[in-house]
C-alpha cells in the first residue's frame, strides 16, 4: 500500500487494521439488517456512512465519532480535487470535538470490509451500537501506538 502524505499516524498497523475491519463488518452487518427490517427508519439510525462526500457531510452535522481514512487515496491535485476533499475531512474531524481518525486498511480492503466490490476512500462511524467493544479495541490500540511514538 502506497501511503500519502496526508497520513498523519505514525505508522500503519497491521493489527490495527484487523480490529477496524472487524469492526466496519459488523458495523454493517447491523446497519443492512435495520434497512431491511425497515428502510425508512434505518435511514435515520445509521451507523455508518462511506465515501469522501458523505463522510464530510457526517462531520459538518456532528454526527461522526470516528472517521476511517484509507491511506492510498488517489492523487488529485488540480483545486477543489481529491487532495482538498481529503485534507479538508482530515481538518475537520480534527476540529470537531471527540471525532477520531483512524488511517488503516486500503481503498480495497474499506470495500470489502462493508461487503461491497467497490473501493472506499474514508467511512464516517456514526455509532458504535452492536460494536462497541471492537470500536473500544480499536481506540485502544491507537492510544497504544500514540504512545508508543
Do not use: W
Not at 470537531?96 to 470489502?112: Q, R, T, V
Not at 473501493?119 to 490500540?141: C, E, N, T
Amino acid at each position: 500500500v502506497k501511503v500519502r502524505e496526508y497520513v498523519t499516524q505514525q505508522r500503519l498497523d497491521g493489527e490495527l487494521d484487523q480490529l477496524v475491519f472487524e469492526m466496519l463488518g459488523e458495523l454493517m452487518k447491523f446497519q443492512e439488517r435495520a434497512r431491511i427490517q425497515d428502510p425508512t427508519k434505518a435511514k435515520l439510525r445509521r451507523r455508518l456512512v462511506f465515501g469522501l462526500r458523505e463522510v464530510k457531510r457526517g462531520i459538518k452535522a456532528n454526527k461522526v465519532k470516528c472517521v476511517v481514512v484509507a491511506p492510498n487515496i488517489d492523487e488529485g491535485t488540480m483545486a477543489g480535487g481529491l487532495d482538498d476533499v481529503v485534507n479538508e475531512i482530515i481538518t475537520l474531524a480534527r476540529d470537531a470535538e471527540d471525532c477520531h481518525i483512524i488511517f488503516a486498511l486500503s481503498k480495497k480492503k474499506m470495500g470489502k470490509a462493508l461487503g461491497k466490490h467497490i473501493r472506499v476512500s474514508a467511512i464516517g462511524i456514526y455509532s458504535a451500537d452492536g460494536a462497541y467493544p471492537l470500536y473500544k479495541s480499536v481506540l485502544k490500540r491507537l492510544e497504544k501506538m500514540q504512545a508508543e511514538a
